[in-house]
């Protein structure tokens, strides 16, 4: 090419000095994205935390431009799904202090009703809540771990309040999901405050339907049956084998107590089922198959919104915690349970032993899991073979964990750590799956 046919130069006329740098700088600038230009030399920080945020904001606007107010109507639909409700009122004066810090504790209560199409899926009547979680996510959004309560450990239940005010006795020996039956989820947060001090942030409430849309929402959640689960009175059969499940046979699974090989019946042996699906279903629901496609990630966000009860204020503030917890990585997230024994009071119950204390201490002081439960935990990044995506189990076990908590190897009784998966470096029991 002349230098006469050069693009922005005319017939004749001779190219200035270091205009071809300029215009291949200006080329080149043209293709930055306009936030990039006059940063040059400069590189902004990735925020992996605000991930699951922008992909949401994204794929609003994708879906909205068809119609101009679609983003604002969506918006709006998933608040209006949810059921919000302030118990503040209900929790007493007498609440343990909120960390100014940053941390949250979210309680996670499944509303077992029977009530409703779909929902009678295990052959038992009745209510109440078998299922209480309590999240804590750290200030620093670098781990969380959430603490499984069996439904029946005895505790001592305090009074509790009614919405009108009235006051309802407590309980000696009571099983822990009784509070949810008598007083509903401001019972059991009250209850939790109470006997454990560690001040509940938030609540979620979610009921078998929503459990079961949100999966179908993923396609599947993958899981590892070690042994066919058959229980005759409510009619489930599970084969054994690592695959996806989702519809009834997820929420059976993650429900039945009865039928289990070597199973006892009792809840701590459902709680590892119940540990081990959130945790794969976490890394589904932050995984790029999912945020990658906005119709999925619509439609999981529209179950998740349509089962809920909750004290939030609208979806912006679960996306920020959606996305403080796809910023954390999934070998931060660990779960629990409560330290326990069966009881000789009650028999059938179980009751905590003297280690809950330690986990509590944890959780009221923002810190790590420390070893003696970590070696006891499942990892969200955990495969469902019982191996690591990334080598470990459980995060970092950093030596400022333990805030007084005994040293490894003097963790809680047999009993508490039955079911363990081993050390981190171990591989899956051989024959599982």
């Not at 993923?218 to 519809?247: M, N, Q, Y």
Request: aromatic content about 6%; overall charge neutral; some cysteine.
């Amino acid at each position: 090419m002349t230098q006469d046919e050069r693009p922005g130069t005319a017939p004749g006329e001779p190219s200035p000095p270091g205009s071809r740098a300029r215009r291949v700088s200006t080329s080149r600038a043209e293709r930055r994205p306009a936030a990039a230009r006059g940063a040059r030399g400069r590189r902004k920080a990735p925020q992996p935390g605000k991930t699951v945020f922008r992909v949401i904001l994204s794929s609003l606007l994708a879906l909205g431009l068809a119609t101009g107010v679609g983003v604002v109507l969506l918006y709006n639909n998933w608040n209006g799904n949810i059921q919000r409700e302030d118990l503040a009122a209900q929790l007493g004066e007498d609440r343990p202090e909120k960390m100014a810090s940053g941390p949250i504790n979210i309680l996670v209560m499944g509303d077992d009703t029977r009530s409703g199409e779909g929902n009678k899926i295990d052959g038992e009547g009745g209510g109440g809540s078998d299922t209480t979680i309590m999240f804590h996510l750290s200030a620093d959004r670098k781990f969380a771990y959430g603490i499984s309560v069996p439904r029946d450990t005895l505790v001592d239940r305090p009074d509790c309040f009614a919405k009108n005010g009235k006051v309802i006795a407590g309980q000696q020996d009571a099983m822990w999901n009784a509070a949810y039956s008598v007083g509903g989820p401001a019972c059991t947060i009250r209850q939790f405050e109470q006997l454990t001090r560690v001040r509940i942030d938030n609540y979620v409430v979610v009921d078998f339907n929503g459990f079961r849309d949100m999966v179908n929402a993923l396609g599947g959640v993958e899981v590892c049956i070690p042994e066919d689960i058959v229980d005759e009175t409510s009619g489930i059969t599970l084969r054994a084998g690592t695959r996806e499940i989702k519809g009834r046979e997820a929420l059976s699974y993650v429900r039945v107590r009865k039928g289990v090989v070597g199973g006892d019946g009792t809840d701590p042996q459902r709680i590892k089922r119940q540990q081990a699906f959130m945790a794969s279903m976490i890394g589904k629901a932050v995984g790029a198959d999912t945020l990658a496609q906005p119709i999925k990630l619509t439609k999981f966000i529209n179950a998740a919104t349509s089962s809920l009860k909750t004290d939030f204020k609208n979806i912006a503030e679960l996306a920020d915690i959606a996305a403080s917890f796809n910023g954390i990585g999934l070998d931060n997230i660990s779960f629990v349970t409560t330290p326990w024994v069966y009881s000789t009071r009650q028999p059938g119950r179980v009751e905590w032993t003297a280690e809950v204390n330690k986990l509590w201490r944890l959780a009221r002081n923002d810190k790590r899991l420390s070893a003696e439960f970590l070696d006891d935990s499942i990892s969200a990044g955990q495969k469902t073979d019982g191996s690591s995506t990334s080598g470990s189990t459980g995060g970092p076990k950093s030596s400022d964990a333990t805030d007084g908590a005994s040293s490894p190897g003097s963790g809680a009784t047999d009993e508490s750590t039955e079911g363990s998966n081993g050390s981190p470096d171990e591989p899956a029991s051989p024959g599982l799956c």
